[in-house]
């Protein structure tokens, strides 16, 4: 295939690089805010374990569901360009927004008719319990711990608080003091980055669509180029905001992640020419065209895009309200839906290649439901249950959170050479295949990492190698399944319904993240100020949820593994 553009950066069109850039920052600035979401929530809001890992599951879901509604605007009015610039604003100000933190909530013991704050004297997994004695001059603190089954408090230097040095749980009474102003803002945050995501994904991987003519044989390596950007992005976040967020205060790792935000939106617009006229609005007179008084269907769009940012706020906020029959119900309305598309307006190989895409699009729920604990359950499990030094230094949580983007980047390369050897020998797995065992993987990194928990005992620490390890065996699966995943819909889906198809994967991909939300709610632990009272109970729990969710995936492979021939045949040739 000859290609005939001129400007060109080794060979590929130069509008890559600023798509790899802005996107690269944008995933920064995502994924440094989600490695350290969980823990702000359970230690700076107070949260309980099942409250967070709700609302960050109905978060995480909400970012990719939205996609589908930045995706139909983008085709029908806006083009890639204008909604990718709207989405890059809104993620400024919600990535900044989540800087304003303010003092947190403070949780208060009443007992014998004096009242003491309960707080942790830092952040993460290594800070300690304190309990401060109110309203007393200079009032004195001291470092508390649970007993094991967490019936009794018990205080280092009782004296000076005058306490005695064990309370019984029954004892005293807690509650919770929460500044809701900045609550408010937290809520409204998370509102802008969902929309900003929403505008913003699906579109960028349009645009690099849009960058190779069809049949371009660079287009490929021009996707797994771009996916390095993403992995790039989440890798220096992960290490960069997780650090200064526990280390330094929360809003420096979440403001770090406005200002990467900040640098992609000011790469986008500065670099817009490279794009060549990629990505520009369907019909730009229909965009002028006035609707309601002075406001233009352009204005219309934007004014959608505050009404999701009002919508995702009061879904956020009420997350622990909305019934998750709900949630499943949603999902299988649309796929009514998509079948219902399917079998009245396609017909012969096209129905069956969109039926093989369906496939696809389900059988990624197990492995997300799985892989994304890394961002909750198992950031909270680091955080509390796992002896974090490496190298003389204590690591935070949410740093490990690089792991997964360091694998993807030194594996992608070596998976796909595999696969090039395999194919040589007539050995390539079918995407079916391939899916099967990512899923598969899903569950072994669990069974894995239940295996390296049992050996340090009832209440101990686990070791670090096994944190390592589950990331790496998820790492591998991911590469089953997301590209592969990504690459079939495109090739499956009819020209003219990739977009809603592609909008399809996203959104089933958010409602597994939903789903990954209830199972790490199984896991939640009690706590105070966000730290365990009872060790030992909170690791049989972990120990129980993660086998089970191991089992129940591995046996989904199993299934997935005998139907793929059926699904092979529904491709027709399109492997
Ligand atoms: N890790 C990929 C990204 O951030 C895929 C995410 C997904 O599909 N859930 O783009």
């Known amino acids: 295939m000859t290609h005939t553009d001129t400007n060109t950066l080794f060979g590929h069109p130069r509008g890559l690089v600023i798509l790899f850039l802005t996107e690269m920052w944008e995933r920064f600035s995502y994924y440094g805010m989600r490695g350290l979401l969980i823990l702000y929530l359970t230690q700076h809001f107070l949260f309980s374990d099942e409250r967070s890992t709700v609302l960050y599951g109905a978060y995480t879901a909400l970012v990719y569901v939205m996609t589908i509604i930045g995706g139909v605007l983008a085709d029908r009015y806006l083009g890639s360009r204008k909604a990718v610039t709207f989405g890059a604003i809104l993620l400024v100000l919600g990535h900044l927004g989540m800087a304003f933190e303010g003092s947190g909530s403070r949780q208060i013991m009443s007992f014998n008719g004096a009242e003491y704050q309960l707080t942790l004297d830092g952040r993460g997994g290594d800070a300690n319990q304190i309990v401060i004695a109110l309203d007393q001059p200079g009032q004195p603190s001291s470092r508390i711990s649970f007993n094991d089954g967490g019936s009794a408090m018990l205080v280092a230097e009782p004296a000076a608080l005058g306490l005695p040095a064990a309370i019984n749980v029954s004892e005293y009474t807690l509650r919770t003091e929460t500044q809701s102003l900045y609550l408010n803002i937290l809520y409204l945050s998370l509102a802008l980055i969902i929309t900003g995501v929403g505008f913003l994904k699906a579109n960028i991987s349009t645009m690099v669509g849009d960058l190779y003519g069809f049949g371009d044989t660079r287009r490929d390596s021009g996707f797994t180029i771009f996916y390095m950007g993403i992995n790039l992005g989440s890798f220096l976040a992960s290490i960069f905001c997780g650090y200064l967020g526990i280390v330094y205060g929360w809003k420096y790792g979440f403001g770090l992640a406005g200002i990467g935000m900040l640098a992609g939106l000011v790469i986008f617009l500065r670099y817009q020419s490279w794009l060549e006229g990629r990505g520009e609005p369907p019909d730009p007179l229909k965009l002028r065209e006035k609707v309601l008084g002075p406001l233009t269907v352009e204005n219309l769009c934007y004014l959608t895009g505050l009404g999701i940012i009002a919508v995702s706020m009061l879904l956020v906020m009420n997350a622990h309200l909305v019934h998750q029959g709900y949630v499943g119900m949603l999902g299988v309305i649309i796929l009514v839906v998509l079948l219902g598309y399917t079998f009245m307006a396609l017909h012969g190989v096209e129905r069956n290649r969109m039926l093989a895409a369906l496939y696809f699009i389900l059988a990624q729920i197990p492995f997300w439901a799985l892989f994304e604990q890394g961002g909750s359950s198992l950031n909270l499990f680091t955080d509390r249950l796992v002896d974090r030094s490496l190298f003389g230094f204590s690591v935070p949580a949410p740093v490990f959170q690089s792991l997964n983007a360091a694998f993807i980047v030194i594996f992608a390369p070596l998976l796909a050479w595999c696969w090039v050897i395999l194919a040589r020998r007539g050995l390539n797995p079918s995407t079916p295949v391939k899916f099967a065992l990512g899923v598969f993987m899903a569950g072994l990194g669990f069974l894995a990492l239940v295996g390296g928990m049992k050996v340090s005992g009832a209440a101990g620490m686990t070791a670090v190698y096994f944190i390592f390890l589950i990331y790496w065996i998820h790492t591998i699966g991911e590469l089953m399944l997301s590209p592969v995943g990504l690459s079939a819909v495109t090739k499956l889906a009819p020209a003219r319904a990739v977009g809603m198809t592609m909008g399809a994967w996203f959104l089933y991909s958010g409602l597994s993240n939903y789903l990954a939300g209830i199972i790490a709610a199984g896991t939640g632990a009690d706590t105070i100020g966000g730290q365990l009272t009872d ?37 027709q040739d399109a492997d």
């Not at 492979?557 to 092979?568: N, Q």
């Open 535 to 571: 060790t030992a109970a909170a690791k049989a729990t972990y120990i129980e949820v993660y086998t089970n969710v191991g089992y129940v995936a591995m046996s989904i492979a199993l299934v997935m593994l005998l139907v793929s021939p059926v699904i092979k045949r529904l491709m």
